[in-house]
């Protein structure tokens, strides 16, 4: 199997448990081009699997793009939810459906934070800088990599096969999180030692998800599939449904 859009040099992984009957050969570092060029890859079949940000994967099935919507998902815990519940599925079957690739894992980068030299940012009003991991507090957007296969590759697969690449997709989204839940506090003390100042902003964040439910989700319900997906997706962690 060739899986694209990864960093690093190139080198082969082994394919779950099968007794090295499968193994993937890595093309890292944009080799194969763009990771939306890695998509259209698999989806004839050229690129056998890519791992690639969300946002790169909605121009392609759109209603994948309920995920990275401001302020849906506001912990690893409804990310992990979403993903591996019926939400997720149904994102995988449109996937399939839409472009002839599926998502077999989900990855788990974390929240993008704000970072600024000038000055603390508290408020909409503070707003300038770049997002990395930390240094304010906001979740606005939760990074998320699905790992997809061309569809044709796997339907060529024995159903055994299938299992096995299926299974390894669950081991490797089981072990994105769990990374996710060890490194992302030891990150932040390292950055508070070294001197970064790290900021929580007012109201719990209250102005900033006001103006992402009331002037940004309205924008993106055609191309999620409507008002009632989402409300679909925020039920299913929880939170207050939205009305058009």
Known sequence: MSVGAVTADNFKIAVGDSGGEHSGTLFLNGKFGSEQDTVNEAAIGTVDMSILAINNVTPFSTTVGVLSLPYVILSLEDAEKLTQGPIGQELTENTV?????????????????????????????????????????????????????????????????QAIVLEAGQRATQASAQFLRDKEAE??????????????????????????????????????????????????????????
Do not use: C, H
């Open 97 to 161: 459906n839409d472009f002839g690739v599926r998502i077999i894992a989900w990855t788990y980068t974390g929240f993008r934070r704000l970072t600024n030299s000038k000055k603390p940012v508290t408020s909409v009003a503070d707003l300038d800088g770049q997002d990395n991991p930390y240094t304010t507090n906001l979740r606005y957007i939760f990074s998320i990599e699905p790992l997809i296969v061309s569809e044709q590759v796997f339907q060529g697969l024995p159903e055994k096969d």
């Open 187 to 244: 990150i932040k003390e390292i950055l508070i030692a070294e001197g970064m100042e790290i900021m929580d902003p007012e109201n719990n964040e209250k102005e900033f998800i006001q103006l992402a439910t009331e002037a940004v989700w309205p924008d993106f319900y055609d191309s999620i599939g409507g008002v009632e997906k989402l409300n679909a997706v925020l039920a299913e962690i929880g939170s207050e449904p939205v009305s058009e």
